[in-house]
Structure formats: structure tokens, C-alpha cells
């Protein structure tokens, strides 16, 4: 028979999937042989059974019984017993802490008759009223779903009525007429009296609080926090200690250090003469633990005794909620505390420095979104800002600037010295050179991956997406606020936050980030540049543990870049290579025309023509490269997107061709030729069409001008004295078939270079495993490839069959409403499928090559979860945008430690 509840003495901080964090860390105080009033958890798995079923098990009121008899006999008293009543708490508590989103109900056996009872046993009426109103108040509302208004009001019309300052002022007969009133709601409300049964107030309760795993607050909760919406909740009923039976009783938080800074000492907040929801609620203000040192000593000594106890305990920051009842101290909660990132570094070596951890461990406390928050320059939190609209947020950061709206206007400006937001409808290729110039890109439609929020991401820039409220005129040059009805011009300035998607009107004040000056220029620049002691100490924290991370991972971190500037930054960043060299960026701009001149050739010698003047471009992109990464290895993918994407926009071009002709202007040959070929490559499904691998064999020279200029390039770099390392990457492999011609191609050209300069060229040829026939012919595929890079992307894309310009903003909400994602598979690998197919492609690969080095360039690359899947199935690498680099390198080392933990436990 299923076990559904275990009492305080059973369990241990270990069972946090059953028992919830909560109920977890009470059992592990309760065996500590701290003062923790008697109780017992009710289990996750029940919640799941009763959310199932609608029902409780009735295995589970058996179950109860027991645990609630053990209880009483513990404390001597009886639930609710007229004379004197045990009444206990009923609080929810799931795995991962779900703050104020779940309910709690107190002063659960308090009726008409029990009231009476604990006035005389406490000899104090008031206390006793005042716990009877508030049981019918939490009840009313938390379990019979009454508006928590309805009572909320009456209370405040007394007090206001009588002037009283606060709820302390209330007498006795003011709670018994509050008790009136409030009874008379909730008869008025469900048609039925307040239940006097003091187990039926339980079951009810215990109820509610399983129901409270699925509201609307509560999922919503969870996807943010990536929760997965399946756990359910546990329950822990708690005999009731009182912090409102006086003067000398009292309730309150600590933490063993400061949460937000990560300052040693105790801190923490305590009321006197309230219950708990007090100080939650922030009705009074409240008093700091000196002032309870005042006037409890001995409460307090005991406090601090057992604040060391907990922190030698778990031998990390705990948080602690406790309750003072008439001098006698209980403890209600304690868990691993939340902190910010900058306490969590500091917090980390702390422990490590009191030799409470290992360095290993205190990798493991910190996490690499911490970390980013740490690397993005901030707002002046003090600065008064007037936020004018919300979007997405999709690349963290703060950036101010002017308003533009096009291209040329951002570049315009900031060649003219301002610093510009990019304010568009939507992105696309066209605005990279807009993107590259902004500070901060802004867009009123698209989601977290859309194409601004990948590129923006990749470039480190702030951007927030999908701003609905906004609509934006680019022929006015205007963007509107709908909620706001406010019209902003170009030229005027906004901020936006990418962290929380906000957007300000008006200039607000930016500080840099000292964790970021480590990064890019190491620990003795960043001392230097920020002289205060915590911000030094922070940035020690960080270097120790990065340090460590990279001494402890096993994947090597690189970097997708595809210019100097960008490979430069990743290198200084401490990226081993560049992953991912896109090669299409090098033929946009004024390049364009050139392609555009490969595709309309009609004779073989036209084509040539035109590959002749990309050859000398393309060579020196390399050498750019190859020369800012001297000495590492540089991953170059040929030519991958389809052509359309070179070539105008075949409804813009035939109208302007059809107006010509109207206006009885002369359309050119030219003109008509492009018409002819932008039909010819019209395609329906362009991502599924003519690209990768496909375009470099349709397109006779294409690859083939690419792996020259790889080759020439990198004897240019030798004859300078470098060290160029080249590997030639060939995209959107299918077939062995496939890769053997284009290698094939390959090996002949390198072997000329070499003829001609020389010199001895040995070039890695390997490819992108992009497409779920790849990932299953990985053996085939591997016996004519050096290295296989998962290109986990389009990987996504074509497992799923989503198009992920597209899927994101038409129904991915509805998807995650639904529960089949908690997080965009684009954004975190899907491990069950798409990453079981690259599991599955580096097993074959290896088997069909045992050299294959092995790794990933799309976008999962930097993301932490992912990073842990990466490093437990055997890659080699993974490579990531610069900005992701020093988290990647985090991540590594952390999962690194975790596997060998694993290993050894
Ligand atoms: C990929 O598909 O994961 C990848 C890196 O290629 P791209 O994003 O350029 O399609
Ligand atoms: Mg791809």
C-alpha cells in the first residue's frame, strides 16, 4: 500500500520530490533535535492522486488519522477539544519553492466552543478571538474561495470607524463582533455555516491546498521558474504555536547571511505579537534581531545558536522563519536560502575560505544565469525611471539611446556620435547592419527566438521583442503606445531593460558591470576599475570560481563568430576556437550585387567572372579571422541559406517592375533577368529548400571559391608567421553521399594550394549533423568527416517539424498552456527527442570514425541545461555566441564536478 504520510521524525532534507522542500527540511530540523512543533507531511504523490482523481485516497483519511492521534498524544490535547483544543496549520510546500503562490490555512480546530476553550487555557481572550477571526478569514477565502475582500473590508471599516491606528488596537469585543460578521459572510457566500467540525476543517483545508498546485498564479508561476507542472504539492500539518499571545510572544524571518549582498552576519526581520501572514503581509514594521536581542535574550541566544547549527548543517546560507511563543522559541521553516547572483559568488568562497566546502562545491553553487546577470551592464536601480510599455525580454542588458527606425538612420547617427535604439515592427537579415550599430534593438512583434532575439543574443545586444502595445510607423517615423495613447518620434530617447522586458521613456543612467571588466580584461583591470571592497571581493569570488570551473571541464568551449572583432571579443573571453565561422554575413551588404552576378550568370565564364571578384573579398575575411584566433582551431561553414536570401524580394520587384512598365519606363535586360531568376528561386519551404549542402552542389564553383579562399588564406597567415587553423565545415548534410563529393572537391583544391605555395596544408573536412536522416546514417556519414558539429537549430526544427521563424509567435503559448513544453525547445534542448538524435549521432559517428571530434554550434550551446546534456553524452566541445562564453565555461566545469559526484556517490 502507498505510504502517503510520513510524520516529522520519518523523513529527511534528502526526500524533497515527496515530502517538498518544506516539509523536508522540517523532518531534518526535527532530527537535528531542534524545537520544531509536532507534525506530519502528506505527501506529493497524494496531491498527484487526488488531482487525478478529484478525490483524496481514502487510504490517505486512514493515514491521517494515525498520524494526527500521534500528534495529539505528543501534546497532550486533542484537535479542537472544547476545553483545550490542539489546533494546528495546514501549509503547502512543493519540491521547488513556489513563494506566496500555494495556500496555507491557521488556527485549523477553533470553533465556537474550542475559542472558548483556549481564552481559558491561555488566560487571554483577546489572542483567542483574534485566532478564531483569522481561521474564518484564511478559511473563508483560501478554501471556500470566498473574495478575501469581503473580509478584508469589514475589518478596515472597524478599525476606521473606531480610529484605530492598527490591528493591535482591536479589543476583545471588537474580534467577537469581527467573528460575527465574518460568519455571517461565509453563510451568505456558500448557504451553509462556518464548519464546526474541527477534522472537517482539516480534510477541507488539506484539500484546498492540493487544489491551490493548479492555479492560475501557481502554473504561471512555474513557467516562469521552469517548474514542471506535474510534481503537485505536499501538505504539512503543524501543531500551532503562537507569536500573537502577547508581549513576549512575537514571529519572524532571518538568514544566517545577507541574501542580497552576501555580507556575513545575521539578518532578519521580527514582529511582536503577530502571526506569521503578518510579516508577510508587511502590515506592521517590523524589528531587526538586535532588537529582539533586547527583548528576549534568551530567545535570541538560542535563535543564534541554532542559525550556526543549521548553516554547519547544510553548510550553506539558510533561511529561517521562526515563532516566539510567551519566551519559548519554535522553528517553522528553514531551507537553502535564495540569494542574489553577486551573494551567491561571495557567499560560495566564504564557505570555502571557513572551510565549510570544498572549491568543487562551491562551482556548484553558483550557476551560469547567474553569472550572465553579473556580466550585463545594469540601470542605477536608484534612477526614477517611467516605464512606458513591457515586451519580451530576449537579450538581457540596459541600453539608451534615440529612437531610429531604419538602417541608415542608425548608422547615420551613430557615426554622428548618438547612441540609438532600434525601434522595428520586426527584424530581418537586412537589419543586422541597424543592429550592429544600436545599443538596444526593440520590436513590436516576435518571440524569444525570433530573428532579433537570436541575432541580438549572439551580438550581446540588449533587446526586448514582441512590445504589442507599439505600433510602429516607419513611413512617419513614429512609434505609438496604445495603452498610453503616447506618440514617440524618431530622435526621441527611450531605455529598454533586457532583463525584464521594460521600456522607459527618457534618458536612464547605466553603470558597467565590474564582473564583466574581469571578464574581458582579467582580475588586476577590474580591481583596479572598481576600488570598493564588496565589488573587489565579488570579482575575486568570480575569478576563484572560474578558475576552478576551467581547471574541471571536460568540454572545451568555443565560439560562433564570423569577423575579427567578434572572434577577438570571444577569444578574450577565454574561448578555445571558433565552432561556427557563418560564412553567408560575408556576402550581404555591397557583396550582394556579386552573388546576385553568380546567380544570373548565363555562361560559365560569367560565373567565374563573378567568383574572380568574391575570391580576393572572401580571402581577406579569413585572414581577418584566422589571424585574430591564431594558434586555435576556426570551424568555417560554406555558404548554408538559401539564395532568396541574396536576392530582392520577388513582390517588391515585380511591382516596381510592373509600375515601370506602366509609368512607359524602360525596364532592362538586367531588371528582367533578376525578375526571371528571383521566380526561378522562389521556393515554398526556402528552409527545407535549396541550401546547404544542395546549393554548393547545384551551384558549380561555389564551395569550391570557399575552400580556396579557406586554403590561400591560411598559407597568407603562414607566410606572416602565424598559426592558422583552419576546418572546413560543409552544412545541412543528409547523405555519406553527399559529403563524399564535396570532400572529394575539397581534398583536390587543398592539395593544389599546397602545390602552389609549398606548403604542407592538412585541413579537418567534417560537417553540421542538422537533420534527423544525418543523426541516424552517423556511421556512414563519419567514415567521410573529421568532426561532426551538431547544428541543434535546425536539428530542432526539422525533429519537430517546426519552423522556428514561424512556430513561436503562432501557438507556441497555447503549447505551453498545455503543458507539452515548459520551455521553448529552441531555447533548451529537448532532450528526449532531439537530444536522444544527437546522442545517438555521436554513438554512430564514433563507431563509423573513432577519431570524430564531436560538437555543438547552435544556439543550445550556451544554455546551461543543455551544456549539462552536452557534457554527459561525450561531446568534445560546444561553441556559443562570445557573450555566452564565460557562462558555457561555468556550466562545463559545474557539470563536470557533478558527473565525477555522481561517479563517486
Ligand atoms: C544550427 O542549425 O544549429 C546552426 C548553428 O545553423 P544556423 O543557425 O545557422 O542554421
Ligand atoms: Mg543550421
Known amino acids: 500500500m502507498t505510504k502517503y504520510v510520513y510524520s516529522f521524525t520519518e523523513g529527511n532534507r534528502d526526500m524533497k520530490d515527496l515530502l517538498g522542500g518544506k516539509g523536508a527540511n522540517l523532518a531534518e530540523m526535527t532530527t537535528l533535535g531542534l524545537p520544531v512543533p509536532p507534525g506530519f507531511t502528506i505527501t506529493t504523490e497524494a ?42 496549520s495546514v501549509r503547502s510546500g512543493a519540491k521547488f519553492s513556489m513563494p506566496g503562490m500555494m495556500e496555507t490555512v491557521l ?140 508581549e513576549t510572544s512575537g514571529t519572524g524571518v532571518c538568514f544566517t547571511r545577507d541574501p542580497s549582498t552576501g555580507h556575513s552576519g545575521v539578518y532578519g526581520d521580527y514582529l511582536v505579537n503577530a502571526q506569521g501572514e503578518d510579516v508577510v503581509a508587511g502590515i506592521r514594521n517590523t524589528l531587526s534581531l538586535a532588537d529582539l536581542e533586547r527583548l528576549d535574550k534568551k530567545s535570541y541566544d538560542e535563535l543564534r545558536s541554532i542559525m550556526v547549527k543549521l548553516e554547519t548543517h547544510y553548510r550553506d546560507l539558510c533561511d529561517i522563519e521562526f515563532t516566539i511563543q510567551q519566551g519559548k522559541l519554535w522553528m517553522l521553516q528553514t531551507r537553502v536560502g535564495k540569494r542574489t547572483a553577486a551573494a551567491a559568488f561571495r557567499v560560495a568562497t566564504q564557505l570555502v575560505d571557513e572551510r565549510l566546502i570544498t572549491t568543487d562545491e562551491a562551482v556548484t553553487r553558483v550557476t551560469g544565469d547567474q553569472l550572465t546577470a553579473l556580466l550585463f551592464p545594469q540601470f542605477d536601480k536608484a534612477a526614477e525611471k517611467t516605464v512606458v510599455t513591457k515586451g519580451m525580454p530576449a537579450s538581457p542588458g540596459a541600453a539608451v539611446g534615440e529612437i531610429v527606425l531604419d538602417n541608415d538612420q542608425a548608422a547615420s547617427r551613430v557615426a554622428a556620435g548618438a547612441s540609438v535604439i532600434l525601434v522595428r515592427r520586426e527584424t530581418n537579415p537586412d537589419d543586422l547592419a541597424g543592429m550592429m550599430a544600436a545599443s538596444g534593438v526593440l520590436t513590436a512583434r516576435g518571440g524569444k527566438t525570433s530573428h532579433a532575439a537570436v541575432v541580438a543574443r549572439g551580438m550581446g545586444r540588449c533587446c526586448v521583442v514582441g512590445a504589442e502595445d507599439l505600433v510602429v510607423d516607419e513611413a512617419a517615423g513614429t512609434i505609438h503606445v496604445r495603452s498610453e495613447d503616447l506618440v514617440l518620434k524618431a530622435g526621441d530617447v527611450i531605455a529598454i531593460d533586457g532583463t525584464t522586458g521594460e521600456v522607459f521613456k527618457g534618458d536612464v543612467p547605466v553603470v558597467d558591470s565590474p564582473v564583466m571588466t574581469y571578464i574581458s580584461k582579467g582580475l588586476e583591470a577590474a580591481l583596479d576599475a572598481s576600488p570598493d571592497a564588496d565589488t573587489q571581493d565579488l570579482v575575486r569570488s568570480v575569478d576563484r570560481i572560474l578558475t576552478r570551473a576551467d581547471r574541471r571541464r571536460c568540454l572545451e568551449v568555443r565560439a560562433n563568430a564570423d569577423n575579427p572583432e567578434d572572434a577577438e571579443r570571444a577569444r578574450s573571453f577565454g ?84 509600375l515601370k512598365a506602366e509609368r512607359g519606363e524602360e525596364v532592362t535586360d538586367h531588371e528582367r533577368l533578376l525578375l526571371e531568376a528571383v521566380k526561378a528561386n522562389h521556393e515554398q519551404n526556402p528552409m527545407l529548400g535549396l541550401r546547404g549542402v544542395r546549393l554548393g552542389l547545384k551551384i558549380k564553383g561555389l564551395f569550391a571559391l570557399q575552400i580556396r579562399a579557406i586554403a590561400e588564406a591560411a598559407v597568407e597567415c603562414r607566410k606572416r608567421g602565424l598559426d592558422p587553423r583552419p576546418e572546413i565545415m560543409v552544412p545541412l548534410i543528409g547523405s555519406d553521399r553527399e559529403l563524399q563529393i564535396v570532400r572529394d572537391e575539397a581534398l583536390a583544391i587543398i592539395a593544389d594550394v599546397s602545390r602552389e605555395s609549398g606548403m604542407e596544408l592538412d585541413l579537418p573536412i567534417g560537417n553540421m549533423i542538422e537533420l534527423p536522416r544525418a543523426a541516424i546514417r552517423a556511421e556512414q556519414i563519419a567514415e567521410e568527416s573529421d568532426f561532426f558539429s551538431f547544428g541543434t537549430n535546425d536539428l530542432t526544427q526539422t525533429a519537430w517539424g517546426f519552423s522556428r521563424d514561424d512556430v513561436e509567435v503562432s501557438f507556441f503559448n497555447e503549447y505551453f498552456t498545455y503543458g507539452i513544453f515548459g520551455i521553448s525547445p529552441f531555447e533548451t534542448l529537448d532532450i528526449q527527442g532531439v537530444g536522444e538524435l544527437v546522442a545517438t549521432g555521436v554513438r554512430r559517428g564514433r563507431r563509423g570514425n573513432p577519431n570524430l571530434h564531436c560538437g555543438i554550434c547552435g544556439e543550445h550551446g550556451g544554455d546551461p541545461a543543455s551544456i549539462h546534456f552536452f557534457d554527459g553524452i561525450g561531446l568534445d566541445y560546444v561553441s556559443c555566441s562570445p557573450f555566452r562564453v564565460p557562462v558555457a565555461r561555468l556550466e562545463a566545469g559545474r557539470a563536470a564536478i557533478a558527473d565525477r559526484a555522481e561517479a563517486t556517490a
Open 47 to 88: 496531491c498527484r492522486a487526488y488531482l487525478a482523481a478529484g478525490e483524496a485516497p481514502e487510504t490517505l483519511d486512514v493515514e491521517v488519522t494515525a498520524h494526527l492521534r500521534e500528534v495529539e498524544q505528543a501534546m497532550g490535547r486533542r484537535l479542537g477539544d472544547p476545553s483545550d483544543p490542539l489546533l494546528v
Open 107 to 246: 488556527n485549523i480546530g477553533l470553533n465556537d466552543e474550542s475559542v472558548e476553550g483556549l481564552a481559558a487555557q491561555s488566560g487571554n481572550d483577546r489572542f483567542a478571538w483574534d485566532s478564531y477571526r483569522r481561521l474564518i478569514q484564511m478559511f473563508g477565502k483560501t478554501v471556500q474561495d470566498i473574495d478575501g475582500d469581503r473580509f478584508a473590508d469589514i475589518l478596515h471599516k472597524l478599525q476606521a470607524d473606531k480610529g484605530y491606528k492598527g490591528d493591535l488596537d482591536m479589543t476583545t469585543a471588537d474580534l467577537k463582533h469581527l467573528v460575527e460578521e465574518f460568519k455571517k459572510v461565509v453563510e451568505e457566500e456558500t448557504g451553509e455555516a462556518f464548519p464546526q467540525d474541527p477534522r472537517r476543517q482539516m480534510d477541507l483545508a488539506i484539500e484546498a491546498v492540493f487544489r491551490s498546485w493548479n492555479t492560475e498564479r501557481a502554473r504561471l508561476y512555474r513557467r516562469r521558474e521552469r517548474i514542471p507542472n506535474d510534481l503537485g504539492t505536499a501538505v504539512n500539518v503543524c501543531t500551532m504555536v503562537f507569536g500573537n499571545m502577547g
Open 575 to 658: 574561448a578555445q576556437g571558433i565552432g561556427l565561422c557563418r560564412t553567408e554575413h560575408m556576402f550581404l551588404g555591397d557583396r550582394r550585387k556579386l552573388i546576385e552576378a553568380v546567380i544570373l550568370a548565363e555562361t560559365a565564364e560569367e560565373r567565374q567572372e563573378a567568383f574572380d571578384a568574391l575570391m580576393p573579398l572572401q580571402k581577406s575575411d579569413f585572414i581577418g579571422i584566422f589571424t585574430a584566433m591564431d594558434g586555435l582551431p576556426v570551424t568555417v561553414r560554406l555558404i548554408d541559406p538559401p539564395l532568396h536570401e541574396f536576392l530582392p524580394d520577388l513582390t517588391e520587384l515585380s511591382v516596381r517592375l510592373a
